[in-house]
């Protein structure tokens, strides 16, 4: 049985963006096992320094991920796209155990099978601590904001 996640490459601009905006709204449910689905049995995976393979692998890591990095929020913008690849800017907010709001700077690179799902995932990321009066995303990117784009700062 084959799985399916439209939209399917080769991507237009209007399908990247498509699929850009839903990948953000898997991550911001902060469900591993829903956000894994979006991906092949046998993704590879890069995240910062740690490397992943497997949907396994992939539920394991960010069930982790998700009991650190607390009240997780979200947004993704399209950088670029061409065949069966797409490349996001991305920012997130969350805070540790202690009560320390950070932003995370991250860029991530995407290719996917003929199905939609997503093969590869290449993530470089930086945090920056950040008082809590800076905090600029909270919880999912309502329906009007999406495409919006976010400031670098």
Known sequence: MT????PYPPFTRETALRKVQAAEDGWNTRDPHRVASAYTPDSV?????TFVQ???E???FLTGKWEREQDYALRKNLWAFEGNRIAVRFQYEWHDQA???????GNELWEFDEHGLMS???ASINDVAIPESERRIRGPRPAEEHGVEFPLQ
């Open 45 to 49: 995976w890069r995240n910062r320094d």
């Open 120 to 122: 590869r995932r290449e």
């Open 3 to 6: 799985e399916d996640r439209p």
């Open 54 to 56: 497997g949907r396994e």
């Open 58 to 60: 992939i539920v394991a």
């Open 99 to 105: 009560g320390q709001w950070w932003r995370s700077y």
